[in-house]
């Protein structure tokens, strides 16, 4: 990986996701160091917005409506749909507005970043299983090199954030999966580590061996660099 072609990826981290994410603090929390890491590096900064018309124009078929028939999560004309206060953006810092769970859908993220000739992302964001995940594959299918921060992600439980990051590194064949800590070594140039998969499907799981399986991501044994 190197830094000249990296970008760094926040998904929806907006005000919306103080109610019911778990873990929610410490994902913001590093969030901002990875963001201080990065604007010291001159590493874009990129921030996704998931946005829901108060008009109903552009919902998701079924999407949830409260009692007045406007959409109940990510309402256009509430502040729920703006960047957590304590990571805003900077000016320079591009902000790209989706109406879709993938951050790729209908949307100039992908015009955006392949006129920075960016190759490798460093992605993070809210929900792990929902936004995220489809980014993920979305970035994949496009040919971007994904860098999976597993501390700086969030679901609204437990078993929906281990399933889904296991589910991404048994799929997306190049990703690497960090910790915030080891990120931001990795762009000092120092040793970091991370966990890569060998072959698909690696990571087999079920209910009862979920975390088990899981706490392997924290036992890196394949660190590829991605040039």
């Not at 489809?134 to 040919?143: E, I, L, N, S």
């Not at 061996?209 to 706490?215: H, Q, Y």
């Amino acid at each position: 990986m190197n830094n000249t072609n990296t970008a760094l990826l926040l998904i929806d981290m907006q005000k919306e996701s103080d109610f019911g994410i778990e873990n929610m603090e410490t994902a913001v929390s590093n969030a901002e160091q990875m963001i201080a890491a990065c604007r010291k590096l001159d590493i874009p900064v990129v921030y996704t917005r998931h946005i829901n018309r108060s008009d109903q124009v552009g919902l998701s078929n079924n999407e949830p409506m409260d009692q007045k028939g406007k959409p109940l999560f990510y309402n256009d004309l509430t502040a729920a749909i703006e960047i957590v206060d304590q990571i805003k953006p900077a000016e320079k810092d591009i902000v790209i507005d989706k109406y879709r769970w993938s951050s790729f859908y209908d949307t100039s993220l992908d015009l955006m970043l392949k006129s920075m000739g960016i190759k490798h992302l460093i992605v993070g964001g809210f929900v792990t299983d929902g936004c995220l995940v489809t980014t993920v594959f979305d970035a994949y299918f496009r040919d971007y090199q994904v860098n999976l921060i597993k501390d700086m992600s969030g679901a609204t439980n437990e078993g929906s954030q281990m399933a889904s990051i296991l589910m991404m590194a048994n799929w997306v064949y190049d990703l690497a999966v960090y910790d915030t800590s080891e990120m931001i070594k990795q762009l000092e140039g120092k040793p970091a580590t991370s966990w890569q998969s060998s072959f698909p499907d690696q990571l087999q799981f079920t209910p009862e061996t979920m975390r088990d399986v899981f706490e392997k991501l924290n036992q890196p044994h394949c660190n590829k660099d991605q040039k």
